[in-house]
């Protein structure tokens, strides 16, 4: 299903969208099929899953943690084009690939969208990818998957506005300055700067993330966005939560989806 | 006479396919504000006289260029001489850079710097200009480099700079980058990244190169006023590549001169152990620009290697890669072994220790004297001081009596 089609119709209904973030093949490279249904049936509406790397530069210790579970359990690009072939047989809900640019430049970038797309990937998130560069990777026109550009509070005026003109599918507003899994996010100026986001970003639908981890900050950022994204309070539990079937991800997914919808 | 008008990078800041701002979002409004500052640094001569008169009664400048006269007579031909960046203050080219940045983070007002370092070099010329301007410095260092650089560590804390031993990934040099990177994401409304070569992302390649350059303006007169021309050679070696790129800058548009950088091949180039990324690499994307890479398969940045810790880094400058493409800089190898003896050779025929970095460009004199004829004027520059790799010296060698 296309991105936007979706985040509307979910919004229509009255609630805000919530995106879960996988790191692919993490804690463990069989099973996580059954841990992305788990995340879907407990309440998430999309799934970001994270195409490992060596050196992920806008990632906290969390992620970066999980990036290298997953590189040591030998998950490659392919793996995750299986993983979103085989959740698609399970739901029609979006998935969105997250990749540093050298993997997907080293895999081809045109053969990577193409493959990502009829994998049943619906877009893809490059966190070192900026509008400025956006030219140099995709030169073409048309693109089979939405290309989902992100916005800062550094950004100005003039740059959300040109974000938004290139992003696809959605925008992904940084809620703070810093990497994931950070949580100082609880000052009013982050509210602030997220609403000066909202305000430039027309044409798109806007989702937030980072530094997101209870249902108190769902709240507190819904009315300034269209939905938002959960990484690293989730990847943080899988480890240890692995042990008990995932019980406190699906408790944590749906006490934030039930923020999304009062 | 200029028939090679040489004019990089691009106004976006690529060096034709090569470099551009490839990081996260929250790095391009600081990374234009740098730019803008820097470009009208470049044009202020309040500016540049600063800098220029720091230079001459802080670090040191201009640094001799030495004629190697033991090494000359020892190949037996040409004529070689020895720019001497070990000279400079703190003991290595870096603090050119450091000296210059600061400069800049000060008219950004800019109150906290942050580095990255391998060797420890950079770290120290950067504690040491921190130190100096009263501006707060944290250095990244990987866990593995802080254990073999243990005096330099010392010496930036003697410096007040706070050491943050950097644990992911390999824990080296590369690492330290990423780490140096959160923290600017992460700190950014008051830090200033102060990147110890000419990588990463647009401005830094072009403005680590310029303030690099004054190494290869001094060699241009220096040489003229000794050789009476220009040199046939130019030799330096390549990590990151800023002293290469300080060095060659001033001649590209000479095409006479024959410019060489040298990279580490570590124990072979048919091994898996070497940081030769320019020799052995792959189109890639890294660290905020891209740039030849050392990968696997999968992009999957490798675990490099070099005995010399300042050369131990999978990416390079994307001038060098431009330059490499286009061939108007020669690009080779040498190994571990070849570096040693000749850190061993310069010093008990000049009497000069070069540090392991710089070993890699005077090895390079091996081949390349027995390639040239007579009378070929010959610079090797000697980027810094060995002094700071005894240690790895006599690990390696073991200490004869």
């Known amino acids: 299903m296309k991105i936007r089609e979706y985040i509307d119709s979910v919004n229509n209904s009255g609630t805000k969208v919530l995106t879960a973030f996988l790191t692919a093949g993490y804690p463990e490279k069989n099973g996580f099929v059954e841990l992305a249904q788990e995340v879907f049936e407990a309440g998430a509406d999309m799934l970001e899953i994270g195409i490992p790397f060596s050196d992920p530069l806008a990632d906290g210790p969390i992620i970066q943690h999980s990036s290298q579970v997953a590189l040591a359990n030998g998950i490659t690009i392919r793996n995750c084009l299986q993983y979103a072939e085989e959740i698609r047989k399970l739901t029609d809900k979006p998935l969105i690939a997250m990749g540093y640019a050298n993997p997907i430049l080293r895999y081809g970038v045109k053969n990577f969208i193409n493959d990502a797309a009829s994998a049943g990937y619906s877009g893809v998130i490059i966190p070192d990818l900026v509008v400025e560069e956006y030219n140099e990777l995709f030169p073409d026109e048309r693109i089979p998957l939405d290309v989902i550009l992100l916005c800062t509070p550094t950004s100005s005026a003039e740059r959300l506005q040109q974000i938004d003109n290139k992003s696809t599918g959605f925008v992904y507003c940084v809620s703070v300055a810093g990497t994931t899994g950070i949580g100082k996010t609880h000052d009013e100026g982050v509210l602030e700067s997220v609403g000066f986001c909202r305000e430039h970003v027309k044409k798109n639908k806007m989702l937030v993330g980072f530094g997101i981890s209870t249902p108190e900050d769902v709240l507190r950022f819904a009315p300034f966005c269209d939905g938002v994204i959960v990484g690293s309070a989730i990847v943080r539990l899988l480890e240890e939560d692995k042990k008990s079937n995932y019980r406190s991800i699906k408790n944590l997914i749906s006490g934030l989806k039930k923020s999304c919808i009062s | 006479m200029k028939n090679n008008e040489y004019i990089q990078p691009s106004l976006n800041g690529h060096f034709g396919k090569y470099g551009g701002k490839f990081v996260p979002e929250t790095l391009m409004t600081p990374l234009a504000e740098l730019e803008t500052m820097y470009l009208e640094c470049r044009n202020d001569s309040m500016f540049q006289t600063e800098l220029f008169e720091l230079h001459k ?51 950004l007002g800019k109150k906290r710097i942050i580095a990255e370092t391998g060797a420890g070099q950079h770290g120290v010329a950067t504690a040491t200009v921190c130190a100096k301007f009263g501006l707060q410095c944290v250095v990244y260092m990987g866990e593995t480099d802080i254990e073999r650089q243990k005096l330099n560590v010392y010496r930036m804390r003697l410096l007040g700079a706070e050491v943050r031993p950097v644990t992911s990934g390999s824990r080296t040099l590369k690492d330290a980058t990423n780490e140096a990177i959160r923290d600017w994401v992460t700190n950014v409304a008051d830090t200033h990244y102060i990147i110890g070569s000419v990588v990463g992302p647009h401005p830094y390649p072009m403005l680590v190169r310029d303030f690099q350059s004054v190494i290869g303006m001094e060699t241009r007169q220096q040489i003229l006023a000794a050789a009476g021309r220009l040199p046939d050679y130019i030799v330096a070696c390549v990590g990151g590549g800023s002293n290469a790129m300080g060095m060659f800058y001033p001649f590209i548009e000479d095409s006479s001169v024959i410019l060489i950088g040298v990279e580490a091949a570590g124990y072979g180039l048919t091994t898996d152990k070497h940081s030769a990324t320019l020799t052995l690499g792959t189109d890639g994307i890294f660290q905020g620009m891209r740039t030849y890479l050392l990968q696997n398969e999968e992009g999957q940045v490798s675990e490099v290697h070099s005995i010399s810790a300042g050369l131990d880094y999978p990416g390079v400058g994307p001038e060098h890669c431009f330059l490499k493409d286009s061939g108007r800089v020669l690009y080779r190898a040498v190994t571990d072994d070849e570096a040693l003896n000749a850190l061993k050779l310069l010093t008990i025929k000049e009497g000069i220790l070069p540090a392991l970095e710089s070993s890699h460009a005077i090895a390079y004199l091996e081949k390349l004297m027995l390639e040239t004829p007579k009378d070929e004027v010959v610079i090797v520059n000697v980027s810094g001081r060995g002094d700071k790799d005894l240690a790895t010296i006599i690990a390696n060698e073991g200490m004869d009596e």
């Open chain 2, 57 to 107: 009664n802080y670090t040191g400048r201009p640094t001799p260029l030495s004629y190697a006269e033991q090494l000359t007579k020892y190949y037996g031909k040409g004529k070689i001489f020895l720019k001497r960046e070990d000279l400079c203050h703190t003991g290595a080219h870096k603090i050119n850079n450091a000296l210059g940045q600061i400069l800049l983070a000060k008219r």
